[in-house]
């Protein structure tokens, strides 16, 4: 669903933000994508999706370049940042029908869909307010919201367990599970190596720009815990132990 085939992203000045990054993402894969700040996790999100141009290499969502065929790759994809940008002078449910009206959702689904999820997260009541009176938790469910009503083929998600209450992070979870039963894919940047663990079945982590390892989970942590192989595989165990 998703190839990043040798990717690097040249920055103004000379600085490299990431270097010849190649991994797949395939139907029904929760990937998880971990790293330190400033190691090219959002960098990487930003250029799949087309918002980042990028110097070398090229990104494949669904057979189609995103350089190419930009429009197309962006109809099966979403993308929630990890501070979404929403429209603060719409309310929520115009928001959503804005969404809705740009991907082309029949007015049956859209209803439907938009029914399902703010059930779920607990903001059907607040639709019909302004976005610029949501909290930040409220925005991020909105923002999760809008992704889900056109039924991404592709879900890229940085840091989307950041703002949101543990029920609300718990029932993302489920929905990710759900998606990926039903053949989307996923991936996600995340610093909470616990969920990535327990939520992934593949990972890669990015160091200084470059993939020093990914594959299937169970694959990449061995024996031990995610988080002791990321500590090991960026040089912070010695750090950890001082």
Request: a negative charge; glycine letters at 8%.
């Amino acid at each position: 669903m998703l190839q990043i085939k040798n990717f690097t992203k040249i920055y103004k000045g000379g600085k490299k933000a990431v270097d010849n990054l190649s991994l797949t993402v395939e139907p029904g894969d929760i990937y998880g994508f971990i790293g330190h700040n400033g190691a090219g996790k959002t960098t990487t999100l930003r250029a799949v999706v087309g918002v980042l141009d990028f110097t070398e290499g090229d990104i494949l969502i669904d057979n189609m370049s995103i350089k190419k065929n930009p429009v197309a790759c962006k109809k099966v994809t979403a993308y929630i940042p990890d501070n979404p940008d929403l429209y603060e002078h719409l309310t929520g449910i115009q928001y959503l029908n804005f969404i809705g009206d740009l991907y082309g959702v029949s007015k049956q689904d859209r209803e439907a869909r938009i029914r399902k999820y703010a059930d779920m997260f607990e903001l059907t009541k607040n639709l019909g307010d302004s976005i610029g009176s949501y909290s930040h938790g409220m925005k991020q469910k909105l923002a999760i919201i809008s992704a889900l009503v056109h039924e991404p083929k592709l879900l890229v998600l940085d840091e989307p367990f950041v703002g949101l209450d543990p029920k609300a992070a718990h029932l993302l979870k489920q929905v990710m599970a759900e998606m990926c039963s039903k053949g989307a894919s996923i991936f996600f940047s995340t610093h909470v190596l616990e969920v990535a663990e327990k939520l992934c079945n593949k990972i890669a982590i990015i160091k200084d720009g470059k993939l020093i390892e990914s594959g299937l989970t169970e694959d990449v942590k061995g024996n031990q815990s995610l988080e002791e192989v990321f500590l090991e595989l960026t040089d912070e165990s010695a750090q950890a132990a001082m």
